[in-house]
């Protein structure tokens, strides 16, 4: 890979781990978490959007606010139930998961569906995602067994959100033709309109919320955004095949921090599973 590839997927997965870290950290936020830190990253993409809109060559079509507004339906559901995972569940648990599930599921509906056959590389990335979860689910004391139940749940949940939006987000910049730039700055301010019935009727959790993780959201916020737009343009100079495990690496990051960080209990266990998942997921991309 490019070494400026690789660099700025390396740092796109380091922010990617930080700004789960930070999410982790904010308890009883829910919704109204969610709505200020997509607010916060609406606001600092407006000026990038305007100058992109400026320097099209093509004029808007309505099938770009389309793009935007489902894209924006689905990442308000993947926000919602990752933020409910890190209420109820451990880092180390739910963010693996997470990030693991989506290419697992991008392989059976290839066999179930579209009958397609992935090779022996791709059944051996689904079996190492499968085993990685294992490793991370299962074990552990009777005692956390219910949060761990928790953690599992919403982080397979949250796994097929982001699965859902990626397939979308890939047929809105290609096939639909929107530039990414007005495609997820006009999804974030979506987003943010579709949570403020939220915001407004619960104005005085928004401001406590403000008032007391001033700093979470806004490295949510805009870290969240900044991560992917690394991706995209580490895309425009290596293929796929080598940076979609490469940024997978944000995996082994969140279980180190929740290791280091939060000092969540059989966190190296679940660290193990994480490096097993993203191999899994490395032999998909590569099949």
Same mark, same amino acid.
């Given at each position: 890979m490019n070494s400026s590839a690789l660099a700025m997927v390396l740092v796109a997965a380091v922010v990617h781990a930080g700004w789960n870290l930070a999410?982790?950290?904010?308890?009883?936020?829910?919704?109204?978490?969610?709505?200020?830190?997509?607010?916060?990253?609406?606001?600092?993409?407006?000026?990038?959007? &305007?100058?992109?809109?400026a320097v099209e060559p093509e004029r808007p079509q309505w099938s770009w606010l389309f793009?935007?507004?489902?894209?924006?339906?689905?990442?308000?559901?993947?926000?919602?139930?990752? $933020?409910r995972g890190y209420e109820v569940g451990d880092l180390s648990v739910v963010y693996p998961l997470a990030r693991g599930t989506g290419p697992l599921l991008s392989v059976l509906v290839a066999v179930l569906l579209l009958h397609e056959r992935p090779g022996v590389l791709g059944l051996a990335g689904a079996f190492l995602v499968v085993s990685g979860v294992l490793v991370i689910s299962l074990g552990g004391g009777a005692g956390d067994s219910r949060a761990r139940r928790a953690g599992v749940f919403y982080g397979v949940l949250t796994g097929a959100a982001i699965a859902g939006y990626t397939l979308w987000d890939a047929h809105s910049v290609t096939t639909l033709g929107v530039p990414?730039?007005?495609? =997820?700055?006009? &999804?974030?301010? &979506? $987003?943010?309109?579709?949570?403020?019935?939220?915001?407004?009727?619960?104005?005085?959790?928004?401001?406590?919320?403000?008032?007391d993780h001033r700093r979470e959201v806004l490295i949510v916020g805009l870290a969240s955004p900044a991560g992917y737009l690394l991706v995209?343009?580490?895309?425009q100079i290596a293929p796929v095949s080598l940076?979609?495990?490469?940024?997978?690496?944000?995996?082994? =990051?969140?279980?180190?921090?929740?290791?280091?960080?939060?000092?969540?209990?059989n966190a190296v266990r679940r660290?193990?599973?994480?490096?097993?998942?993203?191999?899994?997921?490395?032999?998909?991309?590569?099949?």
């Open positions: 999410a982790k950290r904010v308890s009883g936020g829910g919704p109204r978490f969610v709505w200020l830190y997509y607010t916060v990253s609406a606001v600092a993409m407006l000026p990038a959007v &305007g100058v992109a809109l793009a935007a507004a489902a894209t924006a339906i689905m990442h308000v559901l993947y926000g919602i139930v990752l $933020q990414p730039l007005v495609y =997820f700055g006009g &999804g974030a301010l &979506g $987003q943010s309109i579709l949570l403020a019935p939220a915001a407004v009727r619960g104005r005085f959790e928004v401001e406590r919320l403000w008032r995209l343009y580490a895309l940076v979609a495990p490469a940024r997978e690496l944000s995996i082994v =990051f969140g279980g180190v921090a929740a290791w280091l960080v939060l000092r969540e209990r660290l193990a599973g994480s490096v097993v998942v993203l191999a899994g997921i490395a032999a998909i991309a590569l099949a």
